[in-house]
């Protein structure tokens, strides 16, 4: 029904573009009606990154404060990463204290 103007008249080639292009953010044409059909389609817009949420603060600290690690590593690091430094740390100062 968007495709067609007033009383059945299609809408003017520009118009119908901005529909596809611009409203629907579509890959091409051919993508519209591939959607009316239920097949998949292909948008013009990338996919949205993936928002990493930041290390908590207590690994934060532990990184910077304990392990002298600088910004740009502990930003780069991944939560399982770091708790498994966090966790090594730990279990390496009980074998210290067990030996003793």
């Keep these: 029904m968007i495709s067609k ?3 059945d008249e299609v809408i003017d080639p520009i118009r119908w573009q901005i529909v596809w292009k611009h409203q629907l953010h579509l890959a091409s044409e ?3 009606w591939k959607g009316l059909r239920g097949e998949p389609v292909r948008c013009a817009m990338p996919p ?13 600290r532990f990184l910077r404060e304990t392990l002298m690690w600088d910004e740009p590593t502990i930003v780069s690091t991944s939560r399982d990463a770091a708790q ?14 067990e030996d003793h």
């Design 5 to 7: 103007g007033v009383d």
């Design 30 to 32: 051919d993508e519209f």
């Design 48 to 60: 949205k990154e993936e928002v990493v949420p930041p290390l908590p603060l207590y690994l934060q």
């Design 84 to 97: 498994e430094e966090l966790n090594n740390y730990y279990s390496r100062e009980q074998d210290v204290d």
